[in-house]
C-alpha cells in the first residue's frame, strides 16, 4: 500500500489550501483516515480524522477552519484548510488505516509542506 499526498505550498494568512492523499496498492477495506501536522521543532499531532462510516473529528485549534473528508471510491481523504493562521504551518503527513474492522494496518504518506506567512 502506498499513499501520495499532495497540496501543500505557501499561502498568506487568511488563505486556503487542500491537501489530498491517495491511497493505492492491494486494498480491500479502509477504515480511519487522518491528517496529523508536525510543526518546527514539535511532535507530529493529530488535525483531523475520519471513520470508515464518515463520522469525523478536528482538533479544536482548527475547528470551523478546516474540513476533512474521503471518497471511498477513489480511497482518497482531503483537508480543505481555510482561514489559515501562521501556526497552522507544518509538515502534513496523511494516515491511512487498511483493512477490515480488527485487522487493520496504518500507513503513512511522505507528508506534504504547508507554510503560512506573509
Known amino acids: 500500500v502506498q499513499l501520495q499526498a499532495s497540496g501543500g505550498g505557501l499561502v498568506q494568512p487568511g488563505g486556503s489550501l487542500r491537501l489530498s492523499c491517495a491511497a493505492s496498492?492491494?486494498?480491500?477495506?479502509?477504515?480511519?483516515m487522518s491528517w496529523f501536522r508536525q510543526a518546527p521543532g514539535k511532535q507530529r499531532a493529530l488535525v483531523a480524522s475520519?471513520?470508515?462510516?464518515?463520522?469525523?473529528f478536528v482538533h479544536r485549534s482548527v475547528e470551523g477552519r478546516f474540513t476533512i473528508s474521503r471518497d471511498n471510491a477513489r480511497n482518497t481523504v482531503s483537508l480543505q484548510m481555510s482561514s489559515l493562521k501562521p501556526e497552522d504551518t507544518g509538515v502534513y503527513h496523511c494516515?491511512?488505516?487498511?483493512?477490515?474492522?480488527?485487522?487493520?494496518?496504518?500507513?503513512w504518506g511522505q507528508g506534504t509542506q504547508v507554510t503560512v506567512s506573509s
Open positions: 475520519i471513520t470508515r462510516g464518515g463520522s469525523a
Open positions: 494516515n491511512v488505516a487498511v483493512g477490515t474492522i480488527g485487522n487493520e494496518v496504518e500507513y
Open positions: 496498492g492491494s486494498i480491500r477495506s479502509i477504515g480511519d
